[in-house]
């Protein structure tokens, strides 16, 4: 059973507000997640806070400048009762409520003894302090794609009409449309994004979203890729609006590939084929 958790804001503009972690997953970000900061150091999309087989964890989404739990920078760390995490310039005490820390202290650390090698960057240990020469090496990784993610920031308010290309899959496809295969919140950027599966375990279901991101991986993700070649976190989908639609690798074993081209970050068209690991994702949007 899941214990109930929160998040206690002790610093920054939210500092005294407090935020329930009631879904199993929260995704903190300036523009983008479940949990908005509004602050200039944190990224569009910061970092998740999760809880998974027993334990609740913190993972940098590729941040720019990086998530601090107690104060040390870390890729993907185990969180406990008390812990404090600092992204931007907004520090949050992670708590647990109703639930004696006992209870979690017993789950085993999926980050302890080498277990998991996807949870963070080849060159950094299991679970490990990044020194300041490796946190550069992180920022340097995500460079690459900022350009683009600046030119998304700018063009979110922008008005853009939809371009009518490689539309006709999408119309077939939305005919189908069923409420079980839809993702929807209620205050989605309204974009449907559509992820046929040409290859793999799941081949022939088409996943239907209508929210700001899609997290795709073999854990605890939006998208559930069931293959032992994809990590628990291994790509994230921003959407934007319906012509702004990027895919970005999360620092992922085997990397992400879309049509054929091993990718950090890429924008992404209708038509576009996503490969992770045996698995082979169609890509479309349509504004909705």
Not at 42 to 56: F, K, L, N, P, Q
Not at 100 to 124: I, K, R
């Amino acid at each position: 059973m899941q214990p109930k958790a929160e998040l206690v804001f002790i610093s920054g503009e939210r500092a005294g507000d407090t935020v329930t972690l009631e879904q199993g997953r929260t995704v903190i970000g300036r523009q983008v997640g479940d949990l908005i900061v509004s602050d200039k150091e944190v990224s569009s999309i910061h970092a998740i806070v999760s809880y998974e087989r027993g334990g609740w964890y913190v993972m940098d989404l590729g941040s720019t400048n990086g998530v601090f739990v107690d104060e040390q920078v870390k890729l993907e760390a185990r969180l406990r009762n008390g812990t404090e995490l600092r992204v931007g310039q907004s520090r949050l005490r992670f708590q647990l409520t109703g639930a004696p820390e006992e209870d979690a202290e017993a789950a085993p650390d999926l980050l302890e003894g080498g277990l998991n090698a996807d949870l963070t960057l080849p060159h950094v240990p299991r679970g490990g302090t990044l020194t300041g020469e490796q946190a550069a090496k992180v920022r340097d990784s995500v460079e690459r794609d900022a350009d683009l993610r600046r030119e998304a920031e700018q063009l979110l308010h922008a008005d853009i009409s939809f371009e009518e290309r490689d539309t006709e899959d999408i119309a077939a496809g939305a005919a189908e449309d069923d409420e079980e295969d839809i993702r929807a919140l209620g205050d989605g950027p309204g974009v449907m994004v559509s992820l046929e599966i040409l290859e793999g375990a799941d081949k022939g279901a088409i996943r239907r979203y209508n929210q700001e991101s899609v997290l795709v991986g073999r854990l605890n993700t939006d998208l559930v890729v069931r293959d032992s070649d994809v990590s628990r976190r291994h790509s994230i989908i921003e959407v934007f609006d319906a012509q702004q639609v990027y895919l970005r690798d999360l620092n992922s074993t085997n990397g992400s590939y879309v049509n054929g081209k091993r990718v950090s970050s890429v924008r992404l068209r209708n038509g576009d084929q996503i490969r992770l690991g045996r698995c082979l994702i169609r890509f479309s949007a349509r504004p909705v």
